[in-house]
């Protein structure tokens, strides 16, 4: 059972990333998908939570019109999309199953 992460990296203020998780081991279809955040010194602060169908979402207010997570349940995948990128964004994303795995993350920078 496990979940990866890729797609972090350096991007610019004002730029746009697309994480992707890639999920096994386990029915991916059962599960609503979280993904996570963690700064530097802070408390990890989930930004994103979709149902098992895809057909709902949550974010907070701190990335909702700016971030979009969606999933694929043919290719066991769970995506975030992030545009409009702020330098608080810096953080350690994570994709997160309830009850059941969290990734180790993947490194998102948000600096000029």
């Known amino acids: 059972v496990q979940v990866v992460e890729s797609g972090g990296g350096l991007v610019q203020p004002g730029g746009s990333l697309t994480l992707s998780c890639v999920a096994s081991?386990?029915?991916?279809?059962?599960?609503?998908m979280n993904w996570y955040r963690q700064a530097p010194g802070k408390e990890p602060e989930l930004v994103a939570n979709?149902?098992?169908?895809?057909?709902?979402?949550i974010y907070p207010a701190s990335v909702h019109g700016r971030f979009t997570i969606s999933r694929d349940n043919v290719k066991n995948t769970a995506y975030l999309s992030m545009r409009n990128l702020k330098p608080e964004d810096t953080a350690v994303y994570y994709c997160?199953?309830?009850?059941?795995?969290r990734g180790q993350g993947t490194q998102v920078t948000v600096s000029s």
């Open positions: 997160d199953v309830p009850h059941l795995v």
């Open positions: 979709i149902t098992r169908a895809g057909d709902n979402t």
């Open positions: 081991g386990f029915t991916f279809s059962d599960y609503a």
